[in-house]
């Protein structure tokens, strides 16, 4: 909904982008926070109380009538949104053995790509037919249903409760591999979550219209949808370096072709592509940070998608400027560069790091 929305308000498409950045900062930024919180209120209740908060954000973010007021609103819900999906891998984490988690958090990928290809398929047809204020104000009202919905989810057994709010903060400042896994996270963001944020208006750009966009995005939901059953296939019988491994060269693939054309054609496939890449690597160092440090997991695993969002952030402010010229093969011939790196470094990573129980 990008260049909708940058028509609409009559801004450049580099403000929308910010917006979208600062939505994703936000996200990103305060998922330590919330993590902490968690320990103290309940993951249940955390998730209750900022999923509120992120509603009335949204439906703020309907009523925008400058970039100026957009890029705080979108700020907002993101800093309240922070908290819903990191709560739900802890919770797995809290509840789900070990052996069983990878999984487990595949198919809670499947409830991501499913609302992942519905809202961008729904979006973009709201907003080429109708308007893209009627996507945030669905938003904002399922996000109400939602945070009411969740009262009769249970609060996990009790487990690990730190001494203070900066106890697990120093636990994860202390791990090395810990830090690893979260510049790992900051990686992946630029790249895969980066790329895909950039993916509708470089669509549009080769001439491509809203609904059309919208729809090639989708079929990275059902992309994802359909990687997810592949992960729970392969996690039995594969170390998880190589689901890794495959994984980022899937994202170093994808950025490759995207960077050689912008076509319809091309995009289907790189979403197709960039699902399979975000179910493989990212189920896996999701997997691997729930494992690392079990009496911090709350804070490592918040870190862990504050991480993936800053960096995603990160990228979407750096080529705001690129995406405004509309020099996307630029833009994706850096992802694809910088995909090589992460691949090769988290596939080795995972493959030296051993959990407890974890035969050689």
Known sequence: MLVVIAHDLGVPLADVVRAAGAYFLAYGLSQPLWGMVSDRLGRVRTMQLTLIGAALATLA???SGSAGV??????LAGGFFGAAYPATLIYLGDTVPAVGRQRQIARLMVGVATGTAIASVGGGVLADMVSWRVAFLITGVASLALAWMLRRLPEPAETHRP???LEPLRTVSRSGIALLILLFAF??????????????PAVESSGATVTMAGAVT???????FLGSRLVGRLSAHWHTAGLIGLGGAFAVLGCALFALSQQAVMAVVVAVVFGLAWTLMHS?????ATEVLPTARATIVSLFAGSLFVGSAVAA?????PAEDGNYSLIYAGC?????????????????WRRPDESA
Do not use: N
């Open 163 to 165: 001494a203070s709010l």
């Open 61 to 63: 973010s309907a009523l």
């Open 187 to 200: 990686v992946e963001g630029a790249v895969v979550l980066g790329g895909l944020t950039l993916l509708p």
């Open 284 to 288: 896996s160092l999701q997997t691997w």
């Open 317 to 321: 402010i750096v080529v705001s400027g």
């Open 70 to 75: 957009l890029l705080l609103t979108r700020g």
């Open 336 to 352: 694809a560069a910088l995909a090589v790196p992460l691949a090769v470094g988290a596939g080795i990573g995972r493959r030296r």
């Open 218 to 224: 989708g079929v990275y939901g059902v992309s994802v």
